[in-house]
């Protein structure tokens, strides 16, 4: 039994799947293969859930044969393609026709025609995903190599089967998935891949904003995100990517006095919150954490550089970023807000911490609170041993504080014990922003610590600040 034989029936989670379709290719006397990432991630030891299948054949027909024996209603094809989607809970298992494509210079649309297992191979994106086993039962566990991808894999090197002026020219995205793959895997992109890109990176243009974001997000879910961006930064990638996230690098230097570069900083503080957490949303938060830098840096005779107000820049910046990157209104908020606070912590541990700004903190973040103290955690980037010492001292105050169960659900539940309907009846006002302001105004004042958190205590304030507010509301 070759060694490929035994990885594909360890994954005893698809060995229903795999012997099923065995049997239809001996049935309808197909080449049938393993293909890809999948095969790839078999000799690396990685999970994946995504079984890629090449027939030399119908692609269509026999999905939606293997459908029928598997007890699926419905495949999605993809006739233009070649290729059908078999969806299981759990388990996406696409089949595609072994095939040849060209493309025209300004899509990455391809014309496609039926071709062989070797054919197909050749179009792909990287050697390491050039590998292909056959579960045919007369030649099952036959490993496909053309491209020497098994040597490649095992030294750690990414190298695109063909020219790598063509592949990335057919398929521009590919750029983009040799510095996603470079993370994900530790693997070197060899020097004429590099080379490559940088030569072709504005053809990055043809690619839909929706196919990078993807690509973008599968970065961060690697273990040193950084890698990635880096990558994307010495070939030229990022500039076209991720404008804002390039504009980040450099430092200058005035009287003596300079500043960190800050898309190094950034790059550590990602690695910092992937060691962490593995929530993408918040690693994604890591990475524009500072990107109203470049906007709001001034240099001051007295102080240095300055940034003053970074993080109300940056969180206005993250709604043209977002609707670019067609992230949801959920991703949104969450990018924007943790943006605009990330510094309330570090500023509470440099001030010195009372109950009211850490519980106005916690009301401010709301359920995003922990994640908010990660990407603060994170920020600290500073190598002086007695300030970080110092910082992380404060930070544990903190924490023991937010970790308090009662305060916590007690900052989550907090309103002002007047309610809205009392305060129109008591200042005769129909419903309105004003409203809001003065039970802000109530609740600000319990937060403080300046009254009880009593109806009684907060009744009396309001009679006492009712007036001012609403002579101020008419100037």
Request: charged fraction near 30%; proline fraction near 4%; aromatic fraction near 6%.
């Amino acid at each position: 039994m070759s060694k490929i034989t035994d990885l594909i029936q360890s994954r005893s989670e698809h060995q229903s799947i795999l012997a099923k379709a065995s049997e239809l290719g001996r049935e309808k006397e197909l080449g049938l293969y393993l293909v890809g990432g999948y095969v790839r991630d078999l000799f690396l030891g990685r999970e994946n859930q995504d079984i890629d299948l090449v027939v030399e054949g119908d692609g269509i027909a026999f999905a939606e044969a293997l459908g029928s024996s598997l007890g699926v209603n419905r495949v999605v094809p993809f006739p233009e393609f070649g290729t059908a989607l078999v969806p299981l809970e759990g388990i996406q298992v696409e089949v595609a026709t072994a095939r040849t494509e060209s493309y025209d210079p300004d899509s990455r649309k391809p014309h496609v025609q039926a071709g062989t297992i070797e054919s197909d191979l050749a179009r792909r994106d990287f050697t390491i995903n050039t590998l292909a086993a056959s579960i045919h039962p007369d030649t099952y566990g036959v490993l496909i190599d053309p491209f020497s991808g098994m040597q490649d894999l095992r030294r750690g090197i990414l190298r695109t089967p063909l020219n790598p002026d063509t592949t990335f020219s057919d398929d521009p995205l590919r750029m983009l998935r040799a510095a996603r793959f470079a993370a994900q895997l530790g693997y070197m992109i060899v020097p004429e891949c590099v080379d490559s890109i940088t030569r072709q990176k504005e053809r990055i243009a043809i690619v839909s904003r929706e196919r990078i974001t993807e690509e973008i997000m599968k970065m961060l879910t690697a273990e040193r995100p950084s890698v990635a961006f880096i990558i994307l930064k010495e070939t030229g990638l990022l500039g076209a990517v991720f404008p804002e996230l390039d504009a980040l690098s450099g430092a200058e230097v005035r009287d003596g006095r300079g500043h960190k570069d800050v898309f190094s900083h950034t790059m550590q503080v990602v690695d910092n919150a992937a060691a962490a957490s593995p929530n993408t949303a918040l690693r994604f938060a890591a990475l524009v954490h500072d990107i109203g830098k470049p906007r709001t840096k001034r240099y001051d005779e007295e102080r240095g550089w300055t940034f003053h107000h970074h993080e109300e820049v940056g969180r206005k910046m993250l709604r043209e970023i977002a609707r670019r990157m067609r992230f949801s209104n959920e991703l949104r908020d969450y990018l924007m807000k943790l943006t605009r606070l990330h510094l309330r912590p570090i500023a509470l541990a440099k001030e010195g911490v009372t109950d009211s700004a850490v519980r106005r903190v916690m009301r401010e973040a709301g359920e995003d609170v922990d994640d908010l103290m990660i990407l603060c955690r994170a920020d600290i980037t500073t190598k002086q041993v007695i300030r970080q010492t110092r910082y992380m001292a404060n930070f544990e105050r903190v924490e023991a504080l937010m970790a308090d169960v009662v305060i916590r659900d007690e900052m989550r539940a907090f309103q002002s014990p007047v309610r809205g309907e009392e305060i129109m009846a008591v200042c005769s006002l129909e419903p309105g922003p004003l409203v809001g302001r003065l039970k802000t105004a109530i609740e600000e004042a319990i937060l403080e610590g300046q009254i009880e958190n009593t109806h009684e205590a907060a009744l009396a304030h309001l009679y006492a600040i009712k007036d001012e507010i609403l002579a101020s509301s008419h100037q």
